[in-house]
Structure formats: structure tokens, C-alpha cells
């Protein structure tokens, strides 16, 4: 059975830093892309991180020059370093995992895997 679970959110002022981190377990990293989305209440998920099975790395506009996506392979983890947050960050941070292939190209929240999710408050 798949499981990801995220932890390391929290409460901070703007301009603090989090990072979050989603241990699976049940799948091999090294075979999937890995990513990051959030939900913030009333508004529609946005995917905003991922990282392909080469290691590369996409951002959304929203987060790009502020937010790090990284694995570890061998750990079966993958993080999300938030730095320089914003009120605007605030919402239900949710990892998610797909089988490495054309399904990575698809939007994040529609991927085959996701966790239950890490809420993160940045207050002004």
C-alpha cells in the first residue's frame, strides 16, 4: 500500500521559512516524479513544485525564485524549502507521486499519488 506523509508545516511571519518534507513509502522514488501542490480554503489547487525522475525541476510563476524542490532518493523523501513567505503562501500543502512518463505532464493534483497534507499559516 502507497503512502505519503508530509510534515513541517506550521505558522510563521512573512518573510520566515519553512520546509516541508513527504516520506513514502510502499513505492520506489526513484522511479516517479514527485511534486507539491496547495489548496487554500475557497480557492482552486495550485500546483506549484516538481522534480522528474532525472532530478529536474519546474516551479509555478507564484513560488519560482523563492521555493526549492529536492529528493532524496535514497531516503524516499522529498522536501519543499520555502523561503521569503508570504500571507499569500498560505494554505493545505499536499505532496503527490506519478510513475515516471507522459502522466508528469499532467496537472499535479491529478497525479496518481497524494498525501493527506501539511497546513502552513504565514501571518503578516
Known amino acids: 500500500q502507497v503512502q505519503l506523509v508530509e510534515s513541517g508545516g506550521g505558522s510563521v511571519q512573512a518573510g520566515g521559512s519553512l520546509r516541508l518534507s513527504c516520506v513514502a513509502s510502499?513505492?520506489?522514488?526513484?522511479?516517479?516524479?514527485l511534486g507539491w501542490f496547495r489548496q487554500a480554503p475557497g480557492t482552486k489547487r495550485e500546483g506549484i513544485a516538481m522534480?522528474?525522475?532525472?532530478?529536474?525541476?519546474k516551479y509555478a510563476d507564484s513560488v519560482k525564485g523563492r521555493f526549492t524542490v529536492s529528493r532524496d532518493n535514497a531516503k524516499n523523501t522529498l522536501y519543499l524549502q520555502m523561503d521569503d513567505l508570504k500571507p499569500e503562501d498560505s494554505a493545505m500543502y499536499y505532496c503527490a507521486a506519478e510513475v515516471t512518463g507522459l502522466r508528469c505532464g499532467q496537472r499535479i493534483d491529478d497525479w496518481q499519488y497524494r498525501g493527506q497534507g501539511t497546513q502552513v499559516t504565514v501571518s503578516s
Open positions: 522534480t522528474g525522475g532525472d532530478s529536474t525541476s
Open positions: 510502499g513505492l520506489t522514488y526513484s522511479r516517479y516524479c
